[in-house]
């Protein structure tokens, strides 16, 4: 009997296809439906879309959930409805000073409010935001807070007069950050009007450009990544084989809780628990105590 596959497979998406897209060609790469990925890249995006295959799909969370980088430029002058490329211009304004695009980026650092664009996969009303945008609905999201860890200028095209026409950026975010939103802000900010007119994520999670393959190369060579890869940037301790027997059954023994030390809430704290050196399971700590979030069958093993 064929193995069925288990594991992550870092994707290295080109502009063009939308994450669903991208899911649906790897189910057939793989001959399985229990294909996800570990967090949305817009269809003119580029970079990593890690992919979970088989069980590790109960991984996705921890990908969907963790910190990514970016290399994102915008163009001033114009700002759009969807706040890149794709979207038709709704505001026109004079290009900005080099020192007004710098004040701009560091004024996005730390704990920034921001309003998802009407263009995205959230919902509302019951539906996807980007339909009812496109249907001509009137569209307005709750604003949320996220974390803007890093925000730096790495490039600067020049337009008439000293003025800036184009500015290169690197971004490290928390989960829910819309790149497109935080350009238009930044251009904004500037004084001035903008979009993003190219989008590179650089990383997901433990996950970066060097480790990822373009679709026709994992067609060429269907392999995964083993399941604790997605949990590279978590703590893993290994266990013994009768922690392990428990643990496979659902328990989770005092002794292997003592050994975890504080419980700590969080996805951010949860531990990966081996066993001959692959994921057994996942811990995490729950109201003062240790749980199992996650225990995987023997094929993962």
Do not use: N
């Not at 409805?81 to 794709?86: A, L, N």
């Not at 664009?117 to 001509?136: E, F, I, K």
């Amino acid at each position: 009997m064929t193995a069925k596959p288990v594991g992550v497979v870092p994707i290295l998406k080109l502009p063009g296809p939308t994450s669903h897209d991208v899911v649906a060609r790897a189910r057939k790469i793989f001959g399985t439906r229990e294909v996800g990925h570990g967090g949305t890249l817009d269809p003119a995006a580029a970079g990593v879309l890690p992919l979970l295959v088989g069980s590790a799909t109960r991984l996705a969370r921890y990908l969907l959930l963790g910190d990514k980088a970016y290399r994102f430029t915008v163009t001033f002058g114009a700002e759009t409805d969807t706040g890149d490329q794709e979207g038709s211009v709704v505001r026109r304004a004079p290009l900005p000073p080099p020192e007004a695009v710098e004040a701009a980026a560091a004024s996005l650092t730390g704990r920034v409010r921001q309003r998802p664009p009407a263009h995205s996969a959230l919902h509302a009303s019951g539906r996807r935001a980007h339909r009812l945008a496109r249907a001509g609905r009137d569209v307005e999201l709750a604003e949320r807070e996220v974390e803007v860890a890093r925000l730096a200028v790495v490039g600067l095209e020049p337009g008439p007069e000293g003025r800036v026409r184009r500015a290169s950026f690197d971004l490290v975010c928390s989960h829910g950050t819309y790149v497109r939103t935080l350009g238009v802000d930044l251009a904004r900010r500037a004084g001035t009007a903008g979009h993003v007119s190219a989008l590179l994520r650089t990383r997901t999670g433990p996950f970066s450009l060097a480790s990822a393959r373009t679709l026709a190369e994992v067609a060429a060579e269907p392999s995964c990544l083993p399941p604790e890869a997605a949990l590279a940037d978590h703590r893993q301790l290994a266990l013994a084989r009768h922690e392990a027997m428990a643990v496979r059954h659902g328990r989770l023994l005092p002794a292997l809780a003592v050994r975890l030390g504080a419980p700590r809430p969080g996805l951010a704290h949860d531990v990966g628990l081996l066993w001959a050196g692959r994921l057994l399971a996942v811990a995490g700590g729950d109201g003062g105590r240790w749980r199992l979030r996650a225990v995987f069958p023997a094929e993962t093993t």
